[in-house]
T-cell receptor
């Protein structure tokens, strides 16, 4: 069955520290992969996406993600976290046929000043 | 670009009444829109896929008669929660499919049924 796993429910980092949020997926073929960020009480904002090609993808707000087919992973990274990055982060797999997404359970990021 | 709006942002209603939530793609046309429900501190649960000019496709376990979806134009989809009950209280989020199979999300509607 198709699924998306975000192993870390909560992550706390200090401002200025590096960040890596993990995402693993189970899918029959290479899916479309997305990272979204959600601030409290808000909708989701697209950070970056991967369809094909270069496996290192650059996104907005200084985020990047790397697709590793052998590990079925699409981890999100940022070299230096800012206090405004505190939010909920969702990884999603998109089905090219139905356009539907399967979301991970999310990782809540807390940033210490 | 790729802005999606939702209205209202918050709504409180009495049990038994119906509530309509609008989802609009402001700067692009969306033949496909999606409706999600999000419980507190939980992920998004897909409720239905809305295709312009045709009937919505509901996910398993979602009552189509309770959650009426209409997608009458390329920029507007509506979700009507009929005969709302307290258990329908939730955060409802829509998205619109834009270019490159990417979904763009609205800001969400918080529904509270008393």
């Amino acid at each position: 069955a198709q699924s998306v796993t975000q192993p870390d429910i909560h992550i706390t980092v200090s401002e200025g520290a590096s960040l890596e949020l993990r995402c693993n997926y189970s899918y029959g073929a290479t899916p479309y992969l997305f990272w979204y960020v959600q601030s409290p009480g808000q909708g989701l904002q697209l950070l970056l996406k991967y369809f094909s090609g270069d496996t290192l993808v650059q996104g907005i707000k200084g985020f990047e993600a790397e697709f590793k087919r052998s590990q079925s992973s699409f981890n999100l990274r940022k070299p230096s976290v800012h206090w405004s990055d505190a939010a909920e982060y969702f990884c999603a797999v998109g089905d090219p046929g139905t356009y539907k997404y399967i979301f991970g359970t999310g990782t809540r990021l807390k940033v210490l000043a | 670009g790729a802005v999606v709006s939702q209205h209202p942002s918050r709504v409180i209603c009495k049990s038994g009444t119906s509530v309509k939530i609008e989802c609009r793609s402001l700067d692009f046309q969306a033949t496909t829109m999606f409706w999600y429900r999000q419980f507190p501190k939980k992920s998004l649960m897909l409720m239905a896929t809305s295709n312009e000019g045709s009937k919505a496709t509901y996910e398993q376990g979602v009552e189509k008669d309770k959650f009426l979806i209409n997608h009458a134009s390329l920029t507007l989809s509506t979700l009507t929660v009929t005969s709302a009950h307290p258990e329908d209280s939730s955060f409802y989020i829509c998205s619109a499919r834009g270019l490159q199979e990417t979904q763009y999300f609205g800001p969400g509607t918080r529904l509270l049924v008393l």
